[in-house]
């Protein structure tokens, strides 16, 4: 089993900046995809920010300009810098990684953006 524990959320006002990070533990052999989603109240989890092992990044249109999405290979933690933070991006985000095909999930951190 992975085990994955993410930290960083918090409440922050309009245009502000927050960064999670989520390390991954457990019975880790090679992590490929890392990733982070989101869930609003009320609305479907949806994908944020993935990041292959080799570094090739994807966001979702809502995002791009604003988070960026890293990783540290030795350290098995995946980052997310978040600035020009947005009330709309207010969510629990979790953190999601793949290994050998397998999909394991955070817990999830709350980021609540507001004045």
């Known amino acids: 089993q992975v085990q994955l524990v993410e930290s960083g959320g918090g409440l922050v006002q309009p245009g502000g900046s927050l960064r999670l990070s989520c390390a991954a533990s457990?019975?880790?052999?090679?992590?490929?995809?890392m990733g982070w989603y989101r869930q609003a109240p009320g609305k479907q989890r949806e994908l944020v920010a993935t990041?292959?092992?080799?570094?090739?990044?994807t966001y979702a249109d809502s995002v791009k300009g604003r988070f960026t999405i890293s990783r540290d290979n030795a350290k098995n933690t995946v980052y997310l810098q978040m600035n020009s933070l947005k009330p709309e991006d207010t969510a629990v985000y979790y953190c999601?990684?793949?290994?050998?095909?397998?999909?394991?999930w955070g817990q999830g951190t709350q980021v609540t953006v507001s004045a």
């Open positions: 999601n990684v793949v290994q050998f095909g397998r999909e394991y």
């Open positions: 457990g019975r880790i052999f090679s992590i490929g995809a």
């Open positions: 990041i292959t092992r080799g570094g090739s990044t």
